[in-house]
């Protein structure tokens, strides 16, 4: 048997409650099972001494928990990238590669709500068996689309699967993939209720009320939650009116929306991460300023209301939407909960529960993992700074000390994993601009 004894740590448990210093926390296999002195004494009396580590001086927290992390997705720069520049087997082996890195930046669970070729699932098992070294993982299949397409356009074909989408032209497709993703191993269907086209400005809401109660009824009576991608007001109310377990986004949320979420007991979560990172470092990293204009207001718009939810009691996750070229993986996982420090006006610990507690509602696992608790999970963080008082310490991976995931320490000490691109992996232009007449003849 494994005990493990952290002596002198200042414990941030996760429940919102203030740091506890100088606080012991004993773990045993994969659990926590005892924090506080008395507690720990109580067991360690009964059993064989534990290994003691000593972290006085540093937090001891809780492993970071992501609600949105697209691990199938390889860091793509474009639709055109993601849809036309991978396949099966080397997106699956791109994303056993690519989950370590989460593990490196102190997270130790993740939801996946849709991804590449079905793959979550067969990774989440794979690092469930030990195949693969990863975060805990609930993982989602294709996400549904309608043929109107949603978040990629023309690129969505008519029927069949293509990328992470799998399209549902009719109530009966929705039945029948539902039930198939379920079977496959889905833990999560994930619908994508808006979508973009190209003749339109913004997203249009793309599934009708009575299609989304299809799937919702479908996965409910197989006791499978439904997630939704809703860039609108009306998506947002319809989805939660649907029965939507976890609403991402939730663009521009109006009263009746909102209403809607509360009568359903929906949680919510925003991923701003994805915004904020265009709309604030875009210009870094080659983004143009009519795009990050757009995702300001969004931001912006989206906020006022978040805040409103949040303080009447609506559960606020925290995910980041990592697995895009602006949201690399293992980078930006923390990045969700700085955001709603400094735009939403929450305080550092409460913010600090959106990554931790209520991570555990995205993954279906409350009462098993986000807190320091005996009984729980042992997925714990070790870092030198107080995140309850700055939560951007936690995107600097040097102040890392320990980390646990499922019991078992992490070797944070090797170098981050490098790798060079795959043949065929990223988009080949000829040219930036059109090779005029006058650009050579200036
Ligand atoms: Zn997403």
């Not at 012991?24 to 009396?45: F, K, N, S, W």
């Not at 549902?168 to 191993?185: L, P, S, Y």
């Not at 409460?350 to 509602?361: D, V």
Request: charged residues 25%; glycine residues 12%; proline residues 6%.
């Amino acid at each position: 048997m494994t005990r493990t004894l952290l002596r002198g740590g200042t414990v941030i448990d996760g429940t919102g409650a203030p740091p506890r210093p100088d606080t012991p926390v004993l773990l045993e296999e994969d659990r926590i099972v005892a924090v506080g002195a008395e507690g720990v004494a109580a067991v360690v009396a009964g059993g064989p001494a534990p290994d003691e580590v000593d972290v006085t001086g540093l937090t001891v927290m809780p492993g970071i928990i992501d609600s949105h992390c697209h691990s199938t997705l390889g860091e793509p720069a474009s639709n055109d990238e993601l849809f036309h520049h991978r396949d099966p087997a080397g997106a699956a082996l791109m994303a056993a590669f690519n989950v370590r890195k989460l593990l490196l930046a102190g997270v130790t669970s993740f939801l996946d709500p849709d991804g590449l070729f079905n793959i979550g699932p067969a990774l989440r098992d794979a690092i469930e068996a030990g195949m693969v070294e990863g975060p805990t993982m609930r993982a989602g299949g294709w996400a549904l689309m309608t043929a109107v397409g949603g978040t990629a356009g023309r690129m969505i074909p008519e029927s069949g699967t293509a990328g992470y989408a799998e399209v549902v032209r009719d109530r009966d497709e929705m039945i029948t993939a539902t039930r198939r993703q379920i079977k496959q191993g889905a833990d999560v269907i994930k619908i994508h209720v808006t979508g973009s086209v190209p003749t339109k400005r913004g997203e249009l809401q793309v599934w009708t009320l009575d299609e989304l109660r299809t799937v919702c009824d479908t996965a409910h009576d197989l006791g499978v939650r439904v997630v939704a991608h809703c860039r609108g007001a009306g998506a947002t109310r319809d989805a939660a009116r649907a029965g939507v377990d976890i609403i991402f986004h939730a663009s521009y949320m109006d009263e009746a929306a909102l209403e809607a979420i509360h009568e359903a007991g929906s949680s919510l979560c925003p991923v701003f991460t994805f915004l904020a990172n265009l709309a604030e470092h875009g210009a870094k990293a080659g983004s143009t300023s009519a795009v990050q204009d757009v995702f300001r207001r969004e931001m912006e718009d989206t906020g006022r209301m978040m805040r409103r939810a949040y303080d009447e009691g609506v559960p606020l996750l925290a995910g980041s939407e990592s697995g895009f070229s602006l949201t690399p993986y293992g980078h930006w996982h923390y990045r969700e909960m700085e955001i709603f420090v400094e735009h939403l006006g929450l305080t550092p610990l409460e913010a600090l529960t959106t990554g931790t507690k209520n991570g555990a509602i995205a993954l279906d696992q409350v009462g098993e993992v986000g807190t320091i608790e005996a009984g729980l999970r042992a997925d714990v963080l070790v870092l030198d700074g107080d995140p309850s008082r700055d939560v951007s310490l936690l995107g600097d991976r040097r102040r890392f000390r320990h980390l646990w995931c499922r019991g078992k320490e992490v070797d944070l000490s090797g170098p981050w994993p490098e790798r060079r691109p795959l043949p065929g992996e990223k988009l080949a232009t000829w040219s930036a601009v059109p090779l005029t007449w006058d650009l050579v003849h200036p």
